[in-house]
């Protein structure tokens, strides 16, 4: 696989700013959250060794360069990483491809005091991934944690990028998806590979019954039931890692946390939209950029957007956040070609046509709230205007559909 550093990663680590996995410890499983705006994670002044994100007081014990540690691996006995960071390494040449990714773009590893219901830290706009070192977990824990994040860069360095403000919703939507439900994935590949290198207790790192527990038991069964038809190692690893990453899709609580998060990224960033960039706008890369996703080294391969699950799937069963897609894309389209285009016109009327409340919303109100770290789309439902009755659906009868085509690819 030839890899070329993105463009675009810096834009994307500015529009991204981080991400931040959430969950009870010790629980096994992560959510990923993403705060929006870079000016949240920054040094408390006077304390280099403080960050305050979104509100939070981040105690910054110690960062130990990923590369320095590649380098020199003994010479980092001390750190507080440096068990998990061995393990990882290792464990197999797939996490030391990760592993030497992540370095090649300075990221730091550091061990960070963090709240409870905190798991870990992943800060793109300052390039460190943190843990707190000094809890009683899993060291195979960690090292799922690690290789999730060190994934990510992977996809960077293979041009995938979160987000795009000339996309279409519905083109980050894909990209976003794939990308945060390949890296999941990656963590299945690496416990399964250091299992298979002679780790009776990478499997530990996912909890009984848990849903990662679920599907790394169906990773394993993929790949056993592909080698037993006669295929390579390698096919099989693939096979098993596509037929798993499509399962991921069914996951409910994933799809509504990604595509809210895409709501703010896109609220908040609206600014850097082009219109001129931006209209008629199809990224002619989306494929490439889907399947950046999964290629995660020079045999692992697994993501694409023919296979991608795609249009109502991506919302599972939340015909709600659907609607707010789809206003969010017309609020879009509007700052692109402007609010009294006969085109913008007629798409409001009819949405709210077709029952599409959040049409009314109040974008401004909502961009406010989700400063202030309100859920997107709470956010922006709760920004709809209580005086909607003075719109009268029997109006909409006087707009015909323009002469325009707007075509979204799924």
Not at 52 to 74: K, P, Y
Request: glycine share 4%; proline share 3%.
């Amino acid at each position: 696989m030839k890899k070329s550093k993105s463009k675009r990663l810096k834009a994307v680590f500015a529009a991204a700013a981080a991400s931040m996995m959430v969950t009870s410890m010790p629980a096994g499983a992560h959510i990923h959250s993403m705060p929006f705006q870079g000016q949240q994670f920054v040094n408390d002044n006077g304390d280099p060794g403080v960050i305050r994100i979104a509100g939070m007081r981040i105690d910054q014990r110690s960062c130990l360069s990923l590369d320095d540690f590649l380098a020199d691996t003994s010479n980092h006995r001390r750190a507080p990483s440096y068990e998990t960071l061995t393990e990882l390494y290792n464990s197999s040449a797939f996490s030391r491809n990760l592993m030497r990714d992540a370095a090649d773009q300075n990221v730091q590893v550091c061990d960070m005091g963090l709240p409870n219901n905190i798991a870990g830290v992943h800060i793109p706009h300052l390039n460190k991934v943190g843990l707190d070192f000094k809890r009683n977990t899993s060291t195979h824990l960690n090292m799922v944690y690690m290789a999730h994040e060190f994934a990510h860069y992977t996809q960077f360095l293979n041009g995938s990028d979160y987000f795009d403000p000339n996309r279409t919703m519905y083109e980050n939507q894909r990209v976003l998806l794939a990308m945060e439900t390949a890296a999941p994935v990656a963590e299945l590949i690496a416990m399964f590979l250091a299992e298979e290198n002679g780790d009776r207790r990478a499997s530990s790192a996912f909890p009984h019954r848990s849903e990662e527990s679920r599907w790394y038991r169906a990773f394993k069964l993929e790949y056993r039931s592909q080698i037993r038809a006669g295929v390579t190692h390698d096919d099989a690893l693939n096979a098993a890692a596509n037929k798993v990453w499509i399962n991921t899709f069914d996951d409910q609580d994933k799809l509504d946390h990604y595509n809210n998060a895409l709501l703010g990224f896109t609220l908040v960033n609206m600014h850097l939209l082009k219109p001129s960039v931006a209209a008629n706008y199809s990224d002619p890369d989306l494929a490439a950029a889907v399947r950046g996703a999964g290629q995660l080294s020079d045999t692992v391969d697994f993501t694409n957007l023919d296979t991608m699950p795609s249009g109502e799937a991506l919302f599972g069963r939340n015909d709600r956040m659907q609607r707010i897609f789809e206003a969010m894309e017309w609020y879009r389209q509007s700052k692109i070609y402007g609010a009294d285009n006969e085109w913008v016109i007629w798409q409001q009327n009819n949405l709210r046509a077709n029952g599409n409340r959040y049409v009314d919303a109040d974008f401004d109100e909502a961009l406010r709230d989700i400063r202030k770290g309100k859920r997107a789309d709470r956010a922006i439902a709760d920004s709809v205007s209580r005086q909607r009755n003075s719109f009268e659906a029997s109006d909409i009868s006087t707009f015909h559909t323009p002469n325009i085509s707007v075509t979204y690819k799924f």
